[in-house]
Each structure stands twice: as C-alpha cells, then as structure tokens.
C-alpha cells in the first residue's frame, strides 16, 4: 500500500522570507500524481499544486513550487516570500493515475507565519 | 467555492444515535469519495462511489455505510455512533477519467463537522 510521509508536524516562517515542507512517499507505480493541499483555519482543503510523475519538471504556481524527486520518493514545497495568509496545515497526497482513485495523505504539517 | 456542498455544516448527536451527511458534487463529475479528518490529523479515506456504483473501500467502519443516488449526490450513513467518531467529515467529486490528462483533481466541499456526545 501506498504511503506518504511528512516528518515535520510544526514549521515557521518569517514574513517575507521561503520555507520548505518535506513529503516522502512509498510507492511500487511508475506513474503517478502529487498533491500539496492547504487548510487553512476555515477547515477548506485547498489545492496548492499538482505534478504528474511522468514528468521531470518541477510544478510552479506563482510562489509555490516543488522539489519533485522521482527516486528518492521526495516531493518538498517551497514557498517563497512567505505571507500571514500562507499559516495553514500543508497536507501532502498521493493518488495513483490509473482511472479516478482516492488520495492517500500525510498526517500534515502545520505552518506559522511570523510578522 | 470549489462547487461540491455538504450538508449540514455542523452535526451535534448523542452515542448510539444514527445520521445522515449529504454530499452534491460538482455539476458532471461522476465520482464520490468520502474522508474522514480526526482531531489534528490527516485525511483517512472512506469510501468511493463512481456513477452510482461503489468504486473502492477505505477505511470504513462498518457501521457507516454510503450511497450514490441517480442524480450523484451522495450520502454518507453513521449508525451507533461513538465518541471516536467525532470528526470532520470532507465530501469530494472528480471528473469522469480523462485518458492520462492533468487533473483528475479532486475537488472537495466545505465538510461536516461532527460532534458525538
């Protein structure tokens, strides 16, 4: 079974600054999607950014970008210039890309922003 | 507002009590799938319905069941309720299998949170 792993429960930024969250996963599949969703304190699952496995190049959506390392299993998201809105719980997912499956998620980490 | 609903937003019941969660996805997806969010914790998922059919099982106890009606709401059935299953219940659909598309997003509503007394 398909496991996703994230090893930092707690993480803080500065204002303006980058930080990076850590995802790991286990998997057998060659081909795959990645998630990073965010919940913020209104309890919504947001989608931050997707990347398929197939593909080498890294995802980026405007100050969200991954670190996609298809053999060490490593799927880190940086965001960079880091704002008060971005403090959330970060979840990792992991689904399999064949036909509509469910996600499988870490256990989160949760992210506080500093002024 | 990622389009699916849920209703109710918030359940407050008794132990040994039975209800009932509803889930409307997205206009055209087909599929369903339920999640379970415990206190600080990750996403467990439940089950999955695609066009009325269950597709894949979680998680579930069996004291929940779920079903997929013609129109593709969905409704998710918690019977003999405990305290453990105090929870955030999260509904979300996806659209029809695309061939190998980016997508397959999972689109998911605004959840119930259910509290066992």
């Known amino acids: 079974a398909q496991t996703v792993t994230q090893s930092q429960p707690e993480m803080s930024v500065q204002e303006a600054e980058t930080v990076t969250l850590s995802c790991t996963y286990d998997t057998s599949e060659s081909d795959y999607y990645l998630f990073w969703y965010k919940q913020p304190p209104s309890r919504q699952m947001i989608l931050v950014i997707r990347q398929e496995a197939y593909k080498q190049q890294n995802a980026t959506e405007n100050r969200f970008s991954v670190n996609f390392q298809k053999a060490a299993k490593s799927f880190s998201l940086k965001i960079s210039d880091s704002q008060l809105g971005d403090a959330a719980m970060y979840f990792c997912a992991y689904r399999t890309s064949s036909g509509n499956t469910p996600l499988v998620f870490g256990k989160g980490t949760r992210l506080s922003v500093i002024a | 507002d990622s389009g699916v609903t849920q209703t109710p937003k918030h359940l407050i019941t008794a132990t040994g009590q039975r209800v009932t969660l509803r889930c409307s996805p997205r206009?055209?997806?087909?599929?369903v799938y339920w999640y379970q969010q415990s206190l600080d914790q990750g996403l467990q998922f439940l089950i999955q319905?695609?066009?009325?059919?269950?597709?894949a099982k979680g998680n579930i106890l069996e004291r929940f069941s779920a079903q997929q009606f013609p129109d593709l709401h969905s409704e998710l059935n918690l019977s003999s309720l405990e305290l453990g299953d105090s929870a955030l219940y999260f509904c979300?659909?996806?659209?029809?299998?695309?061939?190998?598309?980016?997508?397959?997003?999972?689109?998911f509503g605004p959840g119930t949170r259910l509290t066992v007394l």
């Open positions: 319905y695609y066009n009325g059919e269950e597709r």
């Open positions: 206009s055209g997806d087909l599929s």
């Open positions: 979300a659909s996806s659209a029809q299998w695309a061939g190998g598309q980016i997508g397959n997003e999972q689109f």
